[in-house]
């Protein structure tokens, strides 16, 4: 029963898709506002039928249903609520249903909150195109991707999802904001198409779409900042990122909505860039479709990729036709793409904007290059390949550098034209804070020239910051300054946890130390000034697992710092065990506890421990990011300014306080 209900919610959502795409078109053709007002209709129903599919599959997980092969597949009898309750992503089916339901849940937003312009034919065109992302989507789930397939003859008991997302509560919170931000950039894309097919490629869709584009990078950046945390609590190798293929699939994204969320103040003050805003919109929902493929599809070696399945081939032809889509209309739109404004000088803000988006593209092509040259390499010569860490971190440095340094002036830099009296005034004293920041790093015992670097321009960005909000407290008062523009003061302080990210990264690249010692009961090992001994070892049997975790103190100048409990579980049908580190967080450092073997006859363990400094501000950093996109969310008391050709300036004066950045 529950399969037959969850196949006839996906033909309802199938349906409903098909009749809005139809409606609209029709609607369009004919210029009839009745059939536009009735086609945004069908997003609703869209909405409803996801909403009753993923229903229907959570019955299916908390009643244990195993008639239906996907609960068969990724629950069992023991599996804990959360973990039954997260089955629904677990694997390839079910994130697709998730997929559906926050894809029409955009829609529906997006229908309702320009319920009055439902007449309006950009806004119809919008809705059609996110339909038709839909249709697709839903024709995945009925046809090669259905969550509902049902078994000759129900197991007893299910196989329960991968150990490995069964391990930590993350697994609630990460893949869900992942798909959030994933699929919210569904909205930009559609009002782009709309844009180009209409004529209208001003900049009135990007007004339209901007609180939709900062909601969804806002989640993206959440998710991988989780990611990177379930990564260095779950999987015990005491790092956090390894340019693992399935981590550049979603940084992909990330990296162009970046760009293209800096690239859209240029166009909406200047009226500029806009070929280069459409193409970043269509590209970034393009990666979010190679993200599937990459995740989804089985075709990567990864500790991320869960899900082998033959749906890689529709995948690809999917991102094929968006992709000759995207191009084909903006080569059409070519002549009319052209913007009024231009380039004043090559010191402006516009300027550093552009060599901003530069560097962001440079570095998407970078983390794609090494990502997908292994695939290419098999496909044609059927050799495999790798592309490991050294090759991201020389190539990648150095444009994090180059962008650090232009995260930190292009704020202060004026619109078209600047002199130096200007650049004096404005970055003199957050020019000697890096300063400053380089020779107490040194002092510290840096040595690594990009480490240096980051560390000064940490200051210097914060030195900049801090100039701004200073600004706003002499001018208005600062809470009257950040009402003004809210916009301007949350994009500082995303700048600021970004900032946080940079320090984190920079130190724990450089000065972890990690090392494995082997230790009886009541034996201790000295680490980097902290005092390690094993006090004994413990063994849980449960119906989902069976835990040997080993107790640990840790000591450091003859100060317990507290007992620790690293461990090992191995679960049913699953021989490998699976680590589970502890951790001593602290805001200076961390040390990392590992059980890397359990105890032998002799009663001897092998721990392993890393002592990583920073790591707490890169989860701080991340929280201060989400902050700044909350902030720069909330309505503003000013309209920022839309694009008016200008004559060039020789200089502009000292920009007044809450104008968009």
Known sequence: MKASLGVLALALGTSATVLGVGTLALGLYRRDERLLRAGRR???????????????????????????????????????????????????????????????????????????????????????????????FFGLMLGPANPFKTLGTA??????????????????FHPPMLYLGYV?????????????????????????????????????????????????????????????????ASLLPWLTATAFIHSVIVQERRGMLRVWNLSLVIATFCLTILGTFLTRSGVLNSV??????????????????????GIGLIAWRGDRLRAPGRIDSPVSRESAFLANN??????????????VYPLLAEAIQGRELSVG????????????????????????LPWRATSGEVLRRRLLVPAWAGALAMLVAVALGARELAQVLTFGLAAFAVGGIVRQFWLGQRSLGLVRAVRGNPRLYGGLVVHVGVVLVALAIASSSVYTTRREVRLTRGQSAEVRGYEVTYLGSRTERGDQKTTVSARIRVERGGDDLGTYAPAISTFPGTPQGIGTPSVRTGLREDVYLTLISSPNRQGRVTIGVAVNPMILW?????????????????????????????????EEPVEPVGAPV
């Open 42 to 136: 069908y997003v609703f129903l869209v909405l409803a039928a996801a909403v009753l599919a993923v229903g229907v599959m959570e019955w299916a997980l908390l009643s244990h249903d195993f008639s239906i092969e996907y609960v068969a597949e990724n629950n069992a009898r023991a599996t804990p609520l959360l973990f039954t309750i997260t089955g629904l992503w677990a694997a390839l089916e079910g994130s697709i249903l998730l997929w559906g339901l926050i894809l029409g849940g955009y829609l529906a937003v997006m229908a309702y909150k320009f319920r009055d312009r439902a007449t309006d034919p950009l806004v119809a065109w919008a809705t059609l195109t996110g339909l038709v992302v839909a249709l697709f």
């Open 155 to 172: 197991p007893l008991d299910g196989r329960g999802p991968n150990p490995l997302l069964q391990n930590h509560p993350l697994m609630a």
């Open 184 to 248: 919210g950039f569904t909205v930009p894309f559609s009002f782009a198409i709309a844009s180009l097919v209409t004529g209208r490629f001003g900049e009135g869709w990007l007004a339209d779409t901007r609180r939709a584009t900062l909601v969804a990078w806002g989640f993206l950046t959440t998710g991988i900042i989780l990611g990177a945390w379930w990564s260095y609590e779950v999987l015990g190798w005491g790092g956090y990122w390894a340019w693992d293929p399935v981590e550049n």
């Open 304 to 325: 991320h990729s869960f899900t082998e399945s033959t749906i890689g081939p529709v995948l690809l032809g999917f991102l094929g036709f968006v992709a000759a889509v």
């Open 358 to 371: 530069l560097l962001f593209a440079g570095l998407a092509f970078v983390v794609l290059l090494g990502t």
């Open 389 to 412: 860490e050294p090759y991201f971190d020389r190539m990648t440095t150095p444009i994090g550098i180059a962008l650090l340094f232009l995260m930190a002036a292009a704020p202060a």
């Open 618 to 650: 890169l989860w701080v950093g991340g929280g201060v990011m989400a902050i700044g996109t909350l902030l720069a969310l909330t309505p503003g008391s000013r309209r920022p300014r839309i694009a008016r050709p200008a004559p060039a300036a020789v």
